[in-house]
């Protein structure tokens, strides 16, 4: 039985209506909570529903992760992708690429309007990513641009009196160039449009290409706080050069992890050197569903917060993160 839109809304509103009013009181934690790709631990990541969610679950930043349409509208979505999290395939068929992959460059805004949204899965074998998650195929959501979003996030904050920031991510900036997409420029002007333009405007600005990166700053002349995502070992050397326009990092979190000997943890010089640069440092992800080397998602959080000192983290559980930090 689907789900229809309106009650999903009312779940979100009950979510909001309910959230604790001594969490929001107590005095803010200087660590930060980014809600990734919203509240997606429980609603299908990047949906508009995730991310009314995750607000009300007050964290410091909601992210977005930016790919451009065929017409140039920046869509809130994970890959250039579409074919693991929309049911194209099947309203789409022919539009599939020789790779057998569905792109959202080859897609007019209003095209992908056209597509139900879904918990992420393969594509191969049709099975859900995360199993224990919202259930793949249920409900009803759509593909939003980053200007929807954003009127949706600062229209919260009027009328809750919060300031909840935005996190965007532009995603593969050469693939965009090579088609003819100057996917930076595009997103820093829209950004500008709505009054986010210094490191005062509650906008943290990132992405893994660090030559693009440093073009925003430097050629695109912003002053947004930037964040040098890194993914590659070989990435965690070049710190200083990062400190020459970057604010700070958004490392793997395994990155920062060294070993544990009886029980207590070791840590890379990551942070340190980082802090050292005055770069803040913002790894990811924290997931309660993923945890691997840790026997609980609260010793997670204990570790690289308080052990590692790290600034914030990603989570795709940001009322848990919440809770822990501002207990």
């Given at each position: ?21 001594s ?11 980014i ?6 631990g ?8 995730a991310k ?20 140039d509208?920046?869509?809130v979505?994970?890959d ?6 929309t ?26 309007q ?9 594509p ?58 100057n ?6 002007e829209?950004l ?6 210094t ?11 660090a ?35 970057a ?23 990551l ?22 080397e ?29 809770s822990?930090?501002?207990?």
């Open positions: 039985m689907l789900f229809n839109k309106s009650k999903v809304y009312i779940l979100v509103l009950l979510v909001f209506l309910s959230c604790n009013n969490t929001m009181n107590k005095e803010k934690s200087k660590k930060i909570v809600a990734h790709r919203g509240a997606s429980y609603l299908p990541e990047h949906t508009m529903e009314a969610m995750a607000y009300a679950m007050n964290p410091d930043y909601i992210e977005q992760d930016l790919v451009l349409s065929k017409d509208v920046p869509i979505i994970h250039i992708y579409l074919d693991d999290v049911n194209v395939a099947q309203i789409y068929p022919d539009k599939k690429r020789e790779d057998g992959r569905y792109y959202v460059i080859d897609f007019t805004f209003n095209e992908l056209q597509l139900q949204v879904t918990e992420r899965f393969n191969k074998t049709e099975k859900q990513f995360y199993p224990k998650r919202f259930p793949k195929g249920k409900g009803s959501f759509k593909l939003h641009s980053f200007q929807q979003e954003i009127e949706l996030i600062q229209g919260l904050n009027y009328s809750t009196g919060k300031n909840i920031g935005i996190y965007p991510e532009i995603k593969n900036p050469e693939f965009h160039r090579q088609s003819g997409k996917i930076a420029k595009i997103v820093l829209i500008a449009d709505y009054d986010y333009k490191k005062e405007d509650k906008c943290i600005f990132q992405c893994f290409d030559n693009e990166l440093e073009r925003v700053r430097k050629e695109l002349k912003s002053e947004l706080f930037l964040v040098q995502l890194i993914e590659y070992p070989e990435e965690t050397t070049q710190l200083a050069h990062f400190a020459t326009y604010d700070g990092i958004g490392p793997w979190y395994k990155q920062i992890l060294d070993s544990k000997v009886n029980e207590v943890w070791k840590f890379t010089s942070v340190e050197d980082a802090h050292k640069l005055g770069l803040v440092v913002h790894p990811y992800t924290y997931r309660a569903d993923q945890l691997e840790f026997a609980s998602f609260n010793e997670m959080m204990q570790v690289l917060f308080y052990e590692a000192n790290v600034d914030g983290g990603f989570t795709d559980f940001p009322d848990k993160m919440v822990f930090l501002f207990k």
